[in-house]
């Protein structure tokens, strides 16, 4: 599967933004949950957010805990994250993958437990 994000654009800091993962496969079952990750320039890319399909529940980053909200769109069959009190330091480029569970997402090398990158989808928060 390929999932596909989306929604990415130009905010300024303290903004808000929402970006989308879909694919028409999103909720077959195939896969357990949703991970969003992220890359700035010159970092590696990093786990931002994660959601299990089948009950809802969510992991978030220290880094955006409090702004940063995911969850599953079925109209649009895609896992959305809300994006709130943006700052510079959220500027990157956006993935979304798919794994079985989200507990990958929270350990080293974990991101190799998740497949369908797509093309991300650029963020850049302006001061």
Do not use: H
């Not at 220290?62 to 994250?81: H, M, P, Q, W, Y």
Request: glycine letters at 16%; charged letters at 15%.
């Amino acid at each position: 599967v390929q999932l596909q994000a989306s929604g990415g654009g130009l905010v300024q800091a303290g903004g808000s933004l929402i970006v989308s993962c879909s694919t028409s496969e999103l909720f077959s079952g195939d896969y357990g949950a949703i991970g969003w990750f992220r890359q700035a320039p010159g970092k590696e890319r990093e786990g931002v957010s994660c959601i299990r399909i089948d009950d809802g529940s969510t992991w978030y980053s220290d880094s955006v805990k409090g702004r940063f909200t995911i969850f599953e769109d079925n109209a649009k069959n895609a896992v959305d994250l809300q994006m709130k009190n943006l700052n510079v330091d959220d500027t990157a480029t956006y993935y979304c993958a798919a794994s079985l569970t989200c507990g990958p997402i929270t350990r080293p090398g974990g991101q190799g437990l998740f497949g369908g990158w797509g093309q991300g989808t650029l963020v850049t928060v302006s001061s």
